[in-house]
């Protein structure tokens, strides 16, 4: 069974706190995806990634960055927590051409 | 601009009536449209996608590019599809995806 996997299901971080989190994905698939998922405002792309060292903006990447070391994992950085990224944080991952098919657990971030 | 929109936040029917979820899009070039559910507790996942024309758990939905819409619909609603429900448009050669607000379909007994 295909997994993308992130490494927490919930989080609670204090305002200014460096923040990170973890997908990691076994498909061996080059594009990987950060989303934020709001009510009201459906999924918005944070960053994504179409290969190792690669990294690409999304419509929101204001106050996140992303690294990408290895092909399997793909980490999205809140430099300084703020509480308006108090969110659902998505990751998914996909084949070149393909489907957007395969996403994570979700980690529900609350920043106090 | 490129755009979904999804105009029923929140959707309730009764068990056994028609279920129809509403997306309209607004797209330039040709369109390619998928429907995603997220079950309670559950990860995000693909329902359906236009180009294939299958139906997945009675559900069916079919592109009408003259009025731009990409409604979902199930002739008999049950229980278990109450769930969260978004459209997407893919966009351009990179693959991207416009997500519409999603709607909540509760379906009571």
């Known amino acids: 069974d295909v997994k993308v996997t992130q490494s927490s299901r919930y989080l609670v971080k204090r305002t200014g706190e460096k923040v990170f989190l973890e997908c990691v994905q076994d498909?061996?698939?080059?594009?990987m995806f950060w989303y934020r998922q709001d009510p009201g405002l459906g999924l918005r792309l944070i960053y994504f990634s179409y290969d190792v060292k690669m990294k690409e903006k999304g419509d929101i990447p204001e106050g996140y960055s992303v690294s990408r070391e290895k092909k399997e994992r793909f980490s999205l950085i809140l430099e300084s927590a703020s509480t308006n990224q108090t969110s659902m944080y998505l990751c998914?991952?996909?084949?070149?051409?393909?489907?957007?098919?395969?996403f994570g657990q979700g980690t529900r971030l609350t920043v106090v | 601009a490129q755009r979904v929109t999804q105009p029923e936040k929140l959707l309730s029917v009764f068990k056994g009536a028609p279920v129809e979820l509403k997306c309209n899009y607004s797209y330039s070039g040709s369109p390619e449209l998928f429907w995603y559910v997220q079950y309670s507790r559950q990860r995000l996942q693909l329902l359906l996608r236009h180009i294939s024309r299958e139906s997945i758990k009675g559900f069916t939905a079919d592109l009408n590019k003259g009025e731009t819409s990409f409604h979902l619909k199930k002739p008999f609603a049950q229980e278990e599809d109450s769930a969260m429900y978004y459209c997407?448009?893919?966009?351009?050669?990179?693959?991207?995806?416009?997500w519409g607000a999603g709607t909540k379909l509760i379906i009571k007994p």
């Open positions: 498909m061996d698939h080059e594009n």
């Open positions: 997407a448009l893919r966009r351009g050669g990179n693959y991207q995806l416009i």
């Open positions: 998914a991952s996909r084949p070149p051409a393909g489907e957007l098919a395969f």
